[in-house]
């Protein structure tokens, strides 16, 4: 009996012993991006140029609605702010590899980014529209045209309007850029029949050229987006914070009466943007 016991014994110390090895073992809980940010004084946006999200003015600083939009977000936070402007087509795994807090640039959500990102409730709903060459395709009768093999479309690689045109338009040869400027200067110079942009960009294109592009779709968005801020897989508290600043800042106004001044007319601002 003595000798049971003893056996008793030894498997409890051992049961025991494996559990507070492997509480012991467990480390404590991970510091989220937001205590991360608190600590650090500092609001880290990654961002890509894209008017009027963000763009150079003459001076050679930051301007635009993703600007304000992330300064507003970092004194509410009590923080300072800092930019990492980074190549949209590697934002994502910039975002992954913590060279930021947080992306903050006009992404719209897609099934296929929230398998490696999460994100907010969506600050913006731009869609796409669509700048072509009057001369190329100012006889189209309908969208429909466009999607042919003689067709070439433009847009900025990695960016959610080249899907959008590979969906659309199957048929048309797709030629992708690194940045809309590139992009829509095929459009310009006759090399592409149409680029396609989040909107308001080619009806701010067509404004600037109405002898060479015009707005397709009778200047109507091709689709309705929902942008959102981007942010690593894991962090609940955060994507709860910026989710809960987006839904303050869309009821007291402030959102809207700052995407309106960016979007609807760049007049108040256009002399001001370095040129592309």
């Given at each position: 009996?003595?000798?049971?016991?003893?056996?008793?014994?030894?498997?409890?110390?051992?049961?025991?012993?494996?559990?507070?090895?492997?509480?012991?073992?467990?480390?404590?809980?991970?510091?989220?991006?937001?205590?991360?940010?608190?600590?650090?004084?500092?609001?880290?946006?990654?961002?890509?140029?894209?008017?009027?999200?963000?763009?150079?003015?003459?001076?050679?600083?930051?301007?635009?609605?993703?600007?304000?939009?992330?300064?507003?977000?970092?004194?509410?936070?009590?923080?300072?702010?800092?930019?990492?402007?980074?190549?949209?087509?590697?934002?994502?795994?910039?975002?992954?590899?913590?060279?930021?807090?947080?992306?903050?640039?006009?992404?719209?959500?897609?099934?296929?980014?929230?398998?490696?990102?999460?994100?907010?409730?969506?600050?913006?709903?731009?869609?796409?529209?669509?700048?072509?060459?009057?001369?190329?395709?100012?006889?189209?009768?309908?969208?429909?045209?466009?999607?042919?093999?003689?067709?070439?479309?433009?847009?900025?690689?990695?960016?959610?309007?080249?899907?959008?045109?590979?969906?659309?338009?199957?048929?048309?040869?797709?030629?992708?850029?690194?940045?809309?400027?590139?992009?829509?200067?095929?459009?310009?110079?006759?090399?592409?029949?149409?680029?396609?942009?989040?909107?308001?960009?080619?009806?701010?294109?067509?404004?600037g050229y109405p002898d060479k592009v015009f707005v397709a779709n009778n200047g109507e968005n091709l689709s309705r987006g929902n942008?959102?801020?981007?942010?690593?897989?894991?962090?609940?508290?955060?994507?709860?914070?910026?989710?809960?600043?987006?839904?303050?800042?869309?009821?007291?106004?402030?959102?809207?009466?700052?995407?309106?001044?960016?979007?609807?007319?760049?007049?108040?601002?256009?002399?001001?943007?370095?040129?592309?």
């Open positions: 009996m003595k000798f049971i016991n003893s056996i008793k014994g030894l498997l409890v110390a051992a049961v025991v012993g494996v559990a507070t090895l492997a509480v012991s073992s467990i480390p404590a809980s991970a510091q989220g991006v937001i205590e991360e940010i608190q600590k650090r004084g500092k609001l880290r946006v990654g961002m890509a140029t894209f008017v009027p999200w963000a763009m150079r003015d003459k001076e050679g600083n930051l301007i635009g609605f993703e600007i304000d939009v992330a300064k507003k977000v970092a004194a509410d936070m009590g923080v300072e702010v800092e930019f990492v402007p980074t190549a949209w087509s590697g934002i994502i795994p910039a975002l992954i590899a913590k060279k930021f807090d947080v992306i903050i640039g006009g992404m719209s959500i897609t099934p296929s980014r929230n398998l490696t990102v999460n994100f907010t409730a969506p600050y913006a709903h731009s869609g796409q529209q669509m700048a072509s060459n009057i001369k190329l395709a100012g006889g189209f009768t309908s969208m429909d045209d466009y999607n042919d093999s003689s067709v070439t479309i433009s847009c900025r690689r990695g960016a959610t309007p080249c899907n959008f045109a590979q969906a659309r338009f199957p048929k048309a040869t797709l030629r992708r850029f690194d940045d809309d400027a590139q992009a829509f200067q095929e459009v310009v110079n006759g090399n592409a029949h149409a680029t396609i942009s989040s909107a308001p960009k080619p009806r701010f294109w067509s404004d942008e959102a801020f981007a942010l690593r897989k894991g962090d609940a508290d955060a994507v709860n914070y910026f989710s809960n600043w987006i839904l303050y800042n869309t009821a007291n106004g402030w959102l809207e009466e700052t995407h309106d001044y960016w979007f609807k007319d760049q007049s108040a601002w256009k002399d001001l943007v370095a040129e592309q």
